[in-house]
């Protein structure tokens, strides 16, 4: 069974900077592309940024130059580095992994992070 499980999120005043993580463990063959979804109460779930297994990255235009999205093959792991923080990024934060198992390709979520920008 494959498990997303992400971490770093919390508390942060406007300015700010927070790192979320995101594992993959399980049996799989390979990753492809992971990114970070947000949801903001009452909102529908957005891309963040996300990244290929090339790798090439794409932003919301909300978080260009604010966010950097990365990814450790080696450890199976994204991440999001997030700087400048504004109240209106406060949201619960998703990652998403396309997981090749058997050959073929699966997605998957993981269970959330909560991130609350405010003073």
């Known amino acids: 069974q494959v498990r997303l499980v992400e971490s770093g999120g919390g508390l942060v005043q406007p300015g700010g900077s927070l790192r979320l993580s995101c594992a993959a463990s399980g049996s799989f063959d390979s990753i492809n592309a992971m990114a970070w979804y947000r949801q903001a109460p009452g909102q529908q779930r957005e891309l963040v940024a996300a990244?290929?297994?090339?790798?090439?990255?794409n932003y919301a235009d909300s978080v260009k130059g604010r966010f950097t999205i990365s990814r450790d093959n080696a450890k199976n792991t994204v991440y999001l580095q997030m700087n400048s923080l504004k109240p209106e990024d406060t949201a619960v934060y998703y990652c998403?992994?396309?997981?090749?198992?058997?050959?073929?390709?699966?997605?998957?979520w993981g269970q959330g992070t909560q991130v609350t920008v405010s003073s």
């Open positions: 990244i290929t297994s090339g790798p090439s990255t």
């Open positions: 998403n992994a396309h997981i090749v198992r058997k050959r073929r390709e699966y997605n998957y």
